[in-house]
């Protein structure tokens, strides 16, 4: 076990967990900050994803010791009143059905969006295909990244 | 004019009473049908009369409406609710839904969210409760001001005298209608002047799951409680001897390390195929996760252990000398094929797979001396609840089990085994804990879709008319067969059979139970069918429909051929079918399933040597349509899903364990092989609405191995498609030719 200072959503915390715990289990297990989602563990699918600085890292492989002071970013901080243009569009296009994977799907959008403001189809496909979503609600991510992509 | 009414034998559906707070608060039973054919002389079943489901409406005119329905991704958190909001007259927007308390003693086998049928079963309930709040707001009003019922009208929980000034909110009046004698009949409104149903609404939980608000049973949390995970044996037909309990109990952060047995007089939903399994508890899921790893345990066979070749070995011996399940014959196929000019038979396999909910497996127990709680993502709350009685020896009155938002079902979370495991793990440690299955658990202990394999056969006279068709089809857990559906009723000399085979791998319900696979095949082969004798698909199918309607075959056929009919004619339509567009291929395929009727039209195109899905176009047949924004919803996932599961997902066995343990080997569709575009488009109706969950993904299937041929001029028959298609070589070929 060690202590860890970490910025997360602005915040100042201070964790005491093994260094190789996954960002993951410190924000589920330690912080009871529940929006980023489990769902492989290996990087697979995109649940848990979320911000270092503002690059959508999978915090499920990303363990507590490599942070060190980079700001990370999680769903319940991506903004104050929950009105992200990201997270704005996912409720305009009404995008979840079961809702699990959206988080994740929500946070690799805002990173991608951040750092191509107005990325082609197979720049969006590419980018967001490591996220899957079991339900099948891809034409609608698309739709609601597409209609940030053109109102900015 | 439609009444319907409150009562069965003077006990009432319903229940008014003051709210807490100020307003009027009336209680029902959301989950069943107040409207049901009983026959005189049966007593009514005593849940009919328990409470779940609640509409409060408070004296500012806000109203909630407690939904107790299991929310898995299909929406019903809104579209049953807008049915309340529509009967009883108010502003979407000033209504609030919150997921209601649920009380399981209500749904000892009644509340079960699968098969599509939730819409179906709420609709006159809901339609009820809604028309009886808005009945009585109005009897107040009319007693408030001195005048009839009939002098008063109501829009958006405001009441208006029709030839006066005055009005008054739903707010003012609704603590005065506590004391209105609930009516014994209401009016329902006629479906001409839904204002709410039939409008594209918004997901009610959409804001809170944008914002990652703690909604799902994995997020759960109890002050003090452990978490717990199973390591259950690597293979069907194997148990737990014993393992290293003493190395995991000194690791960091577990807090002990036993065996548990839910064995329960095994049920269809318990589905314990691995009753005793190793369980670890401890303080973080990292902490666990790492015990897993450092697990040494001895397993012991206990039955055969099973491989893919063996599987397929026994569906081509079972397909002939299995167990009939079901079967129907309608005049002489076999005179009928020996006189046939001509004979087409055809063979379609699928190979078992996981159901991978994105939310593992996981429930929050806390079980004491007498008393248990259980907490998380089931679509039975009941079943579990009567089975924890059977294994912890509580008496059910002492068992409270609540359902949290569900991270996908798809059929899986109808067993109840890993709700048991919680409870039986709490129980052991006498404090609250939160199991939780690992991505690898999951996949490798699933109740699996099973493999299938189904024989196509038409007999063609000289004339290339149909005179005889066969299709025999056979599962280990069930064959892919519905003797009853078209085209059954539309062809002379006609047989079907269902048969099943045996294994020990653990199999249940997956989305659209074995229509998934029967639809792909019977559109594959009705395609192949049509091609053969000269004609269009959508003109063939629709031929036989037409003399499903003149003058059916049978009597027991268990469509309504112009519904089928209406949905083909509809795509067609939509689709420009028949007009030829250079570049792109187009497959169709129609099926009916869950009581909806669904035809689409995929359109594929080339790029980089790769068929890819450009557009599907689905039309929809599901009577009135509730909330048309969660329904396109859902059938466009429903597409993705078929389309998703027939190309690439395929789990395997050796040595009785599955190949395939996470998303790196096991594919699931992805964001660049979804349909470009998904358009939906319903055939308008004043039909009691079906359900969506399920009816939007068998078509899929078809549609897209039909389509799949036209650019490559192979037929495909195996599951999943992916693999046939492995030679690009082919493809391109076929193209330059």
């Known amino acids: 076990m060690a202590v860890f200072n970490l910025n997360i959503n602005g915040e100042q915390h201070q964790v005491d967990v093994d260094p190789d715990m996954p960002m993951l289990w410190v924000l589920r297990d330690s912080l009871n900050l529940v929006g980023t989602k489990y769902g492989c563990g290996i990087a697979q699918c995109g649940a848990c994803t979320i911000h270092l600085g503002d690059v959508a890292m999978r915090s499920c492989m990303l363990p507590v010791s490599q942070v060190g002071n980079q700001a990370i970013t999680t769903i319940e901080g991506l903004s104050e009143k929950g009105d992200h243009p990201v997270q704005q569009a996912w409720l305009e296009h009404d995008v979840a059905q079961c809702g699990y994977c959206q988080s994740g799907q929500i946070m690799n959008a805002a990173a991608l969006l951040k750092s191509n403001p107005k990325p082609s189809d197979p720049e969006i496909e590419a980018a967001m295909n490591g996220n899957i979503c079991r339900c099948g609600t891809y034409v609608r991510i698309k739709e609601a990244i597409k209609s940030v992509t053109s109102n900015t | 004019m439609t009444l319907i009414k409150t009562q069965h034998n003077r006990r009432s559906f319903l229940k008014v009473s003051a709210a807490a707070g100020g307003g009027m608060l009336i209680g029902f039973n959301w989950l069943t049908s107040c409207t049901s054919q009983v026959k005189e002389g049966i007593p009514i079943p005593k849940e009919w009369f328990e409470i779940n489901g609640y509409i409060k409406i408070g004296d500012t005119g806000l109203v909630t409406i407690y939904s107790p329905n299991p929310e898995i991704g299909q929406n019903v958190m809104t579209s049953m609710p807008l049915i309340v909001a529509e009967e009883l007259d108010v502003n979407w927007d000033h209504v609030v839904v919150e997921q209601g308390a649920l009380n399981p003693d209500a749904f000892k086998k009644r509340q079960f969210s699968g098969g599509s049928l939730s819409i179906m079963q709420g609709w006159d309930v809901l339609r009820m409760a809604g028309a009886t709040g808005r009945r009585m707001l109005l009897e107040a009003a009319a007693k408030e001001w001195g005048v009839a019922v009939s002098d008063l009208t109501v829009s958006e929980g405001i009441i208006k005298e029709i030839k006066g000034e005055r009005t008054i909110g739903y707010g003012e009046i609704a603590a005065k209608a506590v004391d209105i004698k609930v009516p014994e009949e209401v009016e329902l409104k006629n479906p001409k002047d839904f204002k709410l149903i039939g409008s594209f609404k918004k997901n009610v939980e959409g804001p809170k799951l944008v914002t990652g608000k703690p909604l799902f049973g ?58 005793h399994l190793i369980a670890i508890v401890g303080d973080s899921t990292w902490h666990l996760m790492k015990a897993k790893k450092a697990l040494k345990a001895n397993w012991e066979s206990i039955s055969e252990l099973e491989n893919s070749e063996m599987h397929t070995q026994r569906l081509k011996r079972d397909i002939e000398k299995g167990e009939i399940q079901e079967s129907r014959k309608d005049g002489n196929p076999e005179v009928a094929f020996s006189k046939a000019a001509k004979v087409i038979e055809r063979t ?66 109808l067993y109840v085994h890993y709700g048991l495991e919680a409870a039986a793990i709490s129980k052991k440690m006498g404090a609250p804990i939160k199991l939780i299955y690992s991505r690898e658990d999951d996949m490798t202990a699933g109740i699996y879709r099973t493999a299938y394999r189904s024989t196509y056969k038409v007999g063609l006279d000289e004339n290339n008319n149909i005179i005889a068709y066969s299709a025999r089809g056979v599962g280990f857990r069930e064959g892919a067969i519905f003797p009853n559906r078209f085209p059954a009723g539309t062809i002379e000399n006609y047989t079907a059979t269902k048969l099943k085979s045996e294994s020990n791998i653990s199999m249940g319900a997956w989305r659209a139970p074995r229509s998934h696979f029967a639809a792909g095949a019977e559109q594959s082969f009705l395609d192949e069918v049509a091609e053969a004798i000269g004609k269009d698909p959508i003109d063939l199918q629709l031929e036989l429909f037409d003399r499903a309607i003149d003058n059916p075959i049978g009597e027991k056929n268990e469509y309504e051929a112009e519904r089928y009919a209406g949905v083909i004619k509809l795509v067609k339509e939509k689709a420009n079918w028949g007009v030829e567009t250079p570049g792109i291929y187009r497959g169709f395929a129609a099926y009916f399933c869950h009581n909806t009727y669904v035809a689409q039209v995929l359109d594929l195109i080339m790029k980089e040597g790769k068929p890819i899905v450009n557009k599907v176009w689905c039309a929809v047949d599901c009577g009135i349509v509730v909330n048309r924004e969660g329904a396109i919803n859902i059938i466009q996932g429903g597409v993705v899903d078929g389309i998703g599961h027939a190309m690439y997902s395929e789990i395997k066995f050796e040595n009785g364990s599955p190949t395939d343990n996470n998303f790196n080997t096991y594919q699931l569709i992805r964001h660049n092989q979804s349909p470009k575009e998904i358009e939906v488009f319903f055939v308008e109706s004043e039909i009691k609405p079906t359900g969506l969950g399920e009816p939007g993904l068998p078509p899929a299937v078809g549609a897209l191995a039909n389509a799949l041929y036209k650019v490559t001029g192979k037929r495909y028959y195996h599951q999943p498609y992916a693999t046939a298609i492995q030679d690009q070589s082919t493809i391109e070929t076929t193209l330059k030719g």
């Open chain 2, 348 to 413: 379609y396999t699928a190979p078992f797979q996981a159901h991978n909910t994105l939310e593992p497996m996981n429930f929050f127990a806390h079980v004491t001396a007498n008393k248990a709680e259980l907490i998380g993502p089931t679509q039975t709350p009941g079943v579990l609840k009567s089975n924890a009685s059977t294994l912890l020896g509580i008496p059910e009155e002492n068992i409270t089990v609540d359902i949290t938002r569900i991270g996908g079902g798809f059929g899986r979370r």
């Open chain 2, 218 to 275: 994995i997020d759960f949390i109890r002050e003090g409680m452990l978490l717990a995970m199973i390591e259950h044996p690597p293979a069907f037909g194997m148990t737990v001897k014993d393992f290293n309990r003493e190395e995991i109990v000194s690791m960091n952060g577990i807090r002990d390390a036993f065996t548990i047995d839910i064995s329960v007089e095994s049920t269809r939903l318990v589905a314990t195929v691995f009753p």
